[in-house]
């Protein structure tokens, strides 16, 4: 889903890698990051919203996770390595 132009606000978090076979992003995260949040995925070319359904921390499901870890999360279009996460209002 496109989004309008507004700021995005404070980075949450980077992706490190982008598995394309499983529409998963690797994510370095520097804030808290919960399953149901609102996210948007920011880069070059990719501007994404969606809600977080699922996140894995070394590849157990969790709820929740914290800055430092990282996470694989689920998205629902083409992202890219370096694109950077917000938290969406």
């Not at 629902?76 to 390595?81: K, M």
């Amino acid at each position: 889903m496109m989004s309008d132009t507004k700021d995005p606000g404070e980075p949450i978090g980077r992706i490190s890698h982008y598995y394309s076979h499983l529409s998963v992003a690797a994510i370095h995260l520097d804030a808290p990051l919960t399953v149901g949040q609102r996210i948007r995925i920011k880069g070059h070319t990719t501007d994404l919203v969606q809600t977080v359904e699922s996140l894995e921390v070394e590849h157990r499901h969790v709820e929740r996770a914290v800055p430092g870890e990282d996470v694989a999360l689920k998205v629902q279009d083409h992202v890219r390595d370096h694109d950077v996460i917000y938290a969406e209002p």
